[in-house]
């Protein structure tokens, strides 16, 4: 932690709302006086509704939680119609190929290709609730399919296209879909990638899906099965017209699946009003976004970041959201500063991994080109480290820009513990204070709350609009997932998984998990999952998956393996390559073991509890400090230890 505080530069811009941290404070006393009628409030001045709610929250299921009960809305009529009248020839989204390829679409053209798109879809027998998958690339396109399912009703679950066939066949399972979109493939750094194959062989064996929506991307040869149809083609023949369905507020917006401490990944199911609120409220109060402003978040639609922050904020709030196909560093280094001065860009939103990686392949890179339309810098998925915080600064920023260090999670919908834009004094590497509404506190398991630098648990005490609402088809997952671990004056609270800090100030700094989770570049993945996935080769005994520091994604994945039978290690190497082939198979190149050790067995309890503790801090080089001598075998520790060596 650093005491270090920077002042945003308030001669850059005043935020409309929070010019000063008096005025978020009064946000902050306006919740705690009135909290549902602040939500109310808030719910009738920024969302458009075909019918007003009965009643703001309904906490009798808790934690059940219903939010503005009875209204009716409809999330692509909040993200397109409503802003036609004043905004039909605005960008909505301003689109580049890996190739340099652009596009843009006005907000009318977005109207009009949703609805195509909406109508396609009513022509397979899509109706409202039913569940589409979308195995999509940054294109256009997966923008108007996510729209195209609100508008209907149909329930989207995106899948990331970086995830493996029996990854991306486990989603469509469990989500029972009837529809998949994807496109025949795509391009990343020059070179084209199929995803079509990856859908087929996913599909083997399964029958809920009648049928798979195909965009010709690439252009290249593609196997064509009986379901499958040429977006293509049919989107030629369809009306522009199509009336928005009328949703309750509490109707399943989407899934997204998320990997969890235990191997099935959970499917985050988010509600319609709620969650589109927050959105807006969010791309409003933390990267201010103006009417005529051009964002930019460099995330994929397969992960929450880019659903909140590329589709559903952007456009609720009614900006102009660039969507890019490449990768930051392709052709060059200077490929986003490039972008960021040609389409005039006012807020970039990255990763910390990202942030990284183009101060080590370009530190000099930004000051070539003209960044002066910048006004916000944001960073996403893990806590930013004090020099990468830096360099985003003083090199990307000009010591001008603030920057919003995010803390959300795919649960939570949109962002919850920030600094806001020319309001909150900074410390590099610290998420700073909750948005007002969210009640975000750390607490031990009894509800106390911890004092300065005190690690405890990272919970949010009271409901918000935007929250999980349950895990698809696992209600009983849900609770024990989020609402069994700590409780507040006798009532379980939204627990995290995260581990916090206050400082001296009140300042939150977030010190990570607590669970079996690793996060690499910003995406979560269970251990339980990866070492499945391991424990497949038919060498391997035992495997305990751990999370290791890296420079550029944060967190690696260290593996510990202990083998059958210990005369293969003659064959490390290509047993290794084997191990991350199952993996890749598996989940996909973001699972990639960055470093293996076989071991002569694992550190476990004497009820057979592997102490994942110990591992994580050898892995990071760290003195054991904790007792060894209850394990089942202390000497495996010391073997370990210089097995790592």
Same mark, same amino acid.
């Given at each position: 932690?650093t ?39 808030l719910?009738?001045?920024?969302l ?9 929250l ?53 109207? #009009? ?12 027998g ?89 965009v ?52 985050v =199911? ?21 009417p ?25 709030a ?34 910390p991994?990202?942030?990284r ?47 919003v ?19 909150t ?48 088809g ?59 996935s391991? =424990? ?11 999370? #290791? ?15 059958k ?60 400090? =904790? ?8 000497s ?8 790592? #060596?």
């Amino acid at each position: 932690m650093t005491n270090n505080i920077f002042y945003p530069h308030k001669e850059i811009f005043k935020h409309p709302e929070f010019k000063n941290m008096c005025e978020y404070e009064d946000k902050v006393k306006e919740f705690e006086k009135d909290y549902e009628g602040t939500w109310a409030k808030l719910a009738k001045e920024k969302l458009t509704w075909f019918k007003d709610f009965d009643k703001t929250l309904d906490e009798s299921n808790a934690p059940f939680y219903k939010w503005f009960v009875n209204g009716k809305i409809n999330v692509s009529y909040q993200c397109i119609d409503r802003h036609l009248e004043t905004k039909k020839n605005q960008a909505a989204i301003i689109w580049e190929g890996d190739n340099g390829e652009k596009k843009v679409y006005t907000y009318l053209d977005l109207y #009009k290709e949703t609805n195509k798109f909406a109508n396609l879809l009513k022509s397979f027998g899509v109706t409202k609730g039913d569940r589409v998958v979308l195995y999509m690339p940054m294109i256009p396109e997966a923008t108007f399919a996510m729209l195209a399912c609100a508008r209907i009703g149909a329930i989207h679950s995106v899948v990331f296209g970086g995830f493996s066939a029996e990854a991306l066949k486990d989603r469509i399972l469990d989500a029972k879909a009837k529809i998949v979109i994807t496109a025949d493939g795509a391009f990343r750094k020059g070179k084209p990638y199929m995803l079509k194959p990856v859908v087929d062989k996913a599909l083997e064996g399964v029958e809920c899906v009648e049928k798979v929506i195909v965009v010709e991307r690439n252009n290249e040869d593609i196997k064509w099965n009986e379901r499958d149809v040429s977006y293509n083609e049919l989107i030629q023949s369809q009306s522009s017209k199509c009336e928005a369905e009328i949703m309750d507020s509490e109707d399943p917006l989407f899934l997204l699946y998320t990997s969890g401490s235990t191997g099935k990944p959970k499917g985050v =199911q988010h509600s319609t009003a709620g969650y589109i609120l927050w959105a807006q409220l969010t791309m409003e109060w933390v990267f201010d976004l103006k009417p005529n402003d051009t964002y930019w978040c460099t995330a994929d639609i397969g992960w929450i970041t880019g659903h909140t922050y590329i589709v559903y904020g952007p456009l609720a709030a009614g900006g102009t959201t660039l969507m890019f196909e490449g990768v930051l560093t392709y052709p060059d280094s200077g490929r986003a500063w490039k972008m960021i001065e040609e389409h005039r860009v006012n807020q970039f939103y990255t990763a910390p991994t990202a942030i990284r990686l183009l101060h080590k392949m370009g530190a000099n890179e930004p000051k070539k080109y003209d960044l002066s339309s910048l006004r916000i810098l944001g960073t996403v998925g893990e806590p930013i480290d004090p020099p990468a915080w830096k360099w985003y600064y003083e090199e990307v920023g000009q010591n001008r820009c603030s920057i919003v260090d995010t803390w959300w999670q795919t649960e939570t919908g949109g962002h919850m513990i920030t600094p806001l834009p020319s309001a909150t004094p900074i410390k590099p590497g610290c998420a700073t204070f909750p948005l007002p509404g969210i009640f975000a506190e750390i607490i031990d398991e009894n509800g106390n709350k911890m004092e300065s630098d005190e690690k405890g648990l990272l919970c949010i005490t009271k409901p918000w609009p935007s929250m999980i609402r349950t895990i698809w088809g696992d209600s009983e997952r849900f609770v024990n997932s989020y609402f069994g671990t700590a409780k507040k004056d006798g009532k379980p609270v939204y627990f995290s998984g995260d581990g916090a800090i206050y400082d001296e100030d009140g300042y939150i700094w977030i010190t990570g998990r607590v669970d079996d989770v690793i996060n690499v570049s910003g995406h979560r993945m269970g251990t339980a999952e990866i070492e499945a996935s391991i =424990q497949k080769h038919p060498d391997v005994a035992e495997v305990a998956v751990v999370g #290791k520091p890296d420079e550029i994604t944060g967190e690696a994945i260290f593996a510990y393996i202990v083998l059958k039978n210990s005369e293969n290690l003659g064959e490390e190497v290509e047993l290794i390559k084997a191990l991350n082939n199952i993996v890749k198979r598996d989940i996909g190149n973001i699972a990639k073991i960055s470093d293996v050790v076989f071991v002569p067995g694992l550190p476990k309890t004497r009820s057979g509890k592997v102490m994942r503790r110990i591992l994580r801090a050898i892995a990071k080089g760290e003195e054991i400090k =904790q007792d060894t001598s209850t394990l089942e075998d202390p000497s495996v520790v010391e073997a370990i230890i210089n097995a790592v #060596k």
